[in-house]
């Protein structure tokens, strides 16, 4: 019997001539043998167990970091991705709201308006200089939105953060025309988009000419910090590729390591993956809450805050997505190689077309892969790096699938699959017919049955297909039967 084989059974024959070391204490029948037959491999087991579990724990705590870093490498350290997300901000509704709101302010707090205005109006209408100014800087706040919403504007806007973002690591040389070093502090200059916006709004330009060189100016950081900054971002461009390589190196030898286990290993692979990425997602969600309420100074401003951190926070869930979409991949791995019968019994489908058409195989793996490409469901899909490991991690499974079908199925062929399938359909179609035949039997009257079956013994016996004596016993038997 299988699992009551006597493991003496096992072990092979010693050669001819030789007796079998034993080492003093251990004969067989002694208690030292039975002990370190069965302690020793316990507690290996044990502490090779144990430390599968640690080599998952850290990767998935590492994979967690991991995804932090890339994100911040992609979205923070990434001129083309920066400006891309701060245009996105500049299209939102309440972005640009609060934003064409601050620049009007800026203009109305460093320029008399209503003074210029009352210079310029004839001596009759020069009280109104008050209430037109009240009234344009309504309609300054209304045509600063549209302004904001034009595609030169956006441009200019992406421009700018683009620049930005160029010059953000290298910022001690002050050369960008955007971001500048003033004093001990880094600022970044909204002045030029505050003087278009002032002229759109059809404001005189000697007016224009006297807003002051500082307005309009947001500080980003002290000079003091720049050094910090420098060293973070070297860190963090580091830890982007450092952090993944290290992650997947743990899953791999926990998998490695987990011999005679590894399917239930890989299992657990796809749900740290899974863990990892709930968690990026949790803290994200709790992040919002954290940062609107810290950074919104008023009610007025917290949707324009709360749009951008949601938008800026918005490539982290997307990798974060991306890991949870690995994670299922690999349960669903774990799962067809596992004991349950609808895996057994794909894999004993699948191994004649693995083994025997493995070009077919790979073929139609490919073909499913690019359809995932075209379609392009997580952002993961359309970069080219993510995209080859996806595909390097697709074709080493499948040869994985082939080596583990050639060793359960190595008979099978392409008539059993056809034969078994064909079986189970026709299993499937008679359990219908069985359920059916069971229902009207259960719905229909046991009275009526028994007539209709009389009915059809007496016609029988008046054709002639029954003699006497056998329709006196197939009536008795029904009667019987009742």
Same mark, same amino acid.
């Given at each position: ?31 030292? =043998? ?7 491999? @316990?507690? $290996? ?10 080599? !998952? ?11 932090? =870093?890339?994100? #911040? ?17 500049? *299209? ?28 310029? !109006? ?33 441009? *200019? ?45 059809? !404001?005189? $330009? ?30 963090? %461009? ?23 286990? +590894?399917?239930?290993?890989?299992? &657990? ?13 949790? @803290? ?11 950074? =919104? ?6 949707? @324009? ?20 979409? &690995? ?5 669903? =791995? ?22 025997? %058409? ?11 892969? &690019? ?52 079986? +189970? ?16 039997? +259960? ?14 013994? $007496? ?12 329709? #006196? ?10």
């Amino acid at each position: 019997m299988e699992g009551g084989a006597d493991p003496e059974l096992n072990r092979p024959d010693p050669e001819p001539g030789t007796e079998p070391a034993t080492v003093p204490g251990t004969e067989p029948g002694s208690e030292t =043998a039975s002990e370190t037959a069965s302690e020793q491999p @316990a507690k $290996s087991r044990g502490g090779h167990r144990w430390g599968v579990r640690v080599l !998952l724990a850290l990767a998935t705590l590492i994979s967690i970091l991991a995804i932090l =870093a890339v994100w #911040a490498n992609r979205q923070v350290l990434n001129a083309n991705n920066w400006s891309s997300t701060s245009t996105a901000m500049l *299209a939102h509704p309440a972005i640009r709201t609060a934003l064409s709101e601050y620049l009007v302010n800026q203009v109305y707090a460093n320029v008399n308006v209503a003074g210029d205005l009352q210079s310029a !109006l004839p001596p009759a209408l020069k009280p109104l200089a008050g209430p037109a100014s009240g009234a344009l800087r309504g309609a300054a706040q209304k045509v600063a939105d549209e302004v904001l919403g034009l595609p030169r504007v956006q441009d *200019a806007w992406r421009a700018a953060n683009k620049v930005a973002a160029q010059q953000f690591i290298n910022i001690v040389e002050n050369k960008s025309k955007v971001v500048k070093l003033q004093g001990n502090q880094v600022i970044l200059d909204l002045r030029p988009i505050m003087v278009d916006v002032a002229n759109q709004i059809g !404001l005189p $330009s000697s007016l224009v000419d006297k807003v002051p060189p500082n307005a309009a100016q947001l500080k980003v950081l002290k000079s003091d910090q720049i050094k910090t900054v420098q060293s973070a971002v070297k860190l963090v %461009r580091g830890l982007a590729i450092i952090l993944p390589a290290i992650a997947l190196i743990l899953f791999a030898l926990a998998v490695w390591f987990s011999e005679g286990r +590894r399917r239930h290993a890989l299992f &657990f692979v796809g749900v740290d993956l899974l863990i990892a990425g709930i968690v990026v997602l949790v @803290a994200r969600n709790l992040g919002d809450h954290y940062v609107t309420n810290k950074l =919104a100074q008023g009610e007025s401003v917290r949707p @324009a805050v709360n749009a951008a951190y949601t938008i800026g926070t918005g490539m982290l869930r997307d990798i974060a997505g991306a890991t949870l979409l &690995f994670g299922i991949v690999i349960l669903f =791995a774990a799962a067809l190689a596992g004991p349950k019968r609808p895996a057994v019994a794909l894999r004993r489908s699948m191994a004649p077309w693995l083994r025997d %058409r493995p070009g077919v195989a790979y073929g139609v793996l490919t073909v499913i892969l &690019f359809l995932i490409v075209l379609w392009g469901p997580i952002p993961a899909t359309r970069k080219v790096i993510p995209v080859l490991i996806i595909f390097a991690l697709a074709f080493l499974g499948l040869h994985a699938l082939r080596v583990q079908t050639a060793q359960e199925f190595p008979e099978a062929s392409e008539g059993d699959t056809a034969h078994a399938l064909g079986a +189970r359909a026709s299993g499937a179609a008679e359990s219908v017919r069985r359920r059916t035949s069971h229902a009207s039997h +259960r719905d229909s009257d046991p009275s009526e049955d028994r007539l209709k079956q009389l009915e059809r013994l $007496s016609a029988m016996h008046d054709s002639g297909k029954l003699t006497d004596d056998e329709f #006196a016993s197939e009536k008795a038997s029904l009667l019987g039967s009742s």
